[in-house]
Nanobody
Framework: EVQLQAFGGGLVQPGGSLRLSCAAS????????IGWFRQAPGKEREGVSC????????VYGDFVKGRFTISSDTAKTTLYLQMNSLNPEDTAVYYC??????????????WGKGTLVTVSS
């Protein structure tokens, strides 16, 4: 069974940093596209960053502006998102997701429960 478990969210002040982690299991980690998405209340879900296994490309949402870095650890089958210079607009539930196609182009098939990031003074 594919499982994705995100953790590391919490309350942080504007300008602060957080690192999110996503523990993955039940699939061949390097064969799937895997990435981070977020959704704020009343807003559409948006892509934060995603790694395509098919071509090895990494994409970031335009709002990241160099502040976030996605990375993965194959040995630990864990995905990370380092978030710096956070602002209140980053407040959202962050989800990790994966797709066996290896592509980040469409909605990913498997989703974990999200972790809440709140940026507030």
């Amino acid at each position: 069974e594919v499982q994705l478990q995100a953790f590391g969210g919490g309350l942080v002040q504007p300008g602060g940093s957080l690192r999110l982690s996503c523990a993955a299991s039940g699939f061949t980690f390097d064969d799937y596209a895997i990435g981070w998405f977020r959704q704020a209340p009343g807003k559409e879900r948006e892509g934060v960053s995603c790694i395509s296994s098919s071509d090895g490309r990494t994409v970031y949402g335009d709002f990241v502006k160099g502040r976030f870095t996605i990375s993965s650890d194959t040995a630990k089958t864990t995905l990370y998102l380092q978030m710096n210079s956070l602002n209140p607009e980053d407040t959202a539930v962050y989800y990790c997701a994966a797709d066996p196609s290896g592509s980040c182009a469409y909605d990913l098939e498997f989703w974990g429960k999200g972790t809440l990031v709140t940026v507030s003074s």
